[in-house]
Nanobody, 121 residues
Framework: QVQLVESGGGLVQVGGSLRLSCAAS????????MGWYRQAPGAQRDFLAT???????NYADSVKGRFTISRDNAKNTVYLQMNSLKPEDTAVYYC???????????????WGQGTQVTVSS
């Protein structure tokens, strides 16, 4: 079993910055892509950004230019640097990771428990 633990959320003022972290732990699992999503109250979970093991990134248009995803493969950790935060960025932020267990072909996806980000105006 793989566990993902997010940290770094909190309360920030409009225009401020936060850096989220998500650390993966577990054995026998090779992580391929890691990503960040968010879910506001009453809304669906939305894609924000992904990063592959080769550091190829992809962003949602809504955060392109303001958010930066990065990862440290040695630490199995993915980060989300969020700048110029807006009230509409308020949500629970989730990380995920997909990959394969050693010796198996099927892809498995794991999710973290989420961390709250609140942007006050």
């Amino acid at each position: 079993q793989v566990q993902l633990v997010e940290s770094g959320g909190g309360l920030v003022q409009v225009g401020g910055s936060l850096r989220l972290s998500c650390a993966a732990s577990g054995s026998g699992f090779s992580i391929s892509t890691m990503g960040w999503y968010r879910q506001a109250p009453g809304a669906q979970r939305d894609f924000l950004a992904t990063i592959t093991s080769a550091d190829t990134t992809n962003y949602a248009d809504s955060v392109k230019g303001r958010f930066t995803i990065s990862r440290d493969n040695a630490k199995n950790t993915v980060y989300l640097q969020m700048n110029s935060l807006k009230p509409e960025d308020t949500a629970v932020y989730y990380c995920n990771a997909d990959g394969q267990y050693v010796g198996r072909l099927s892809t498995v996806i794991y999710w973290g428990q989420g961390t709250q980000v609140t942007v006050s105006s």
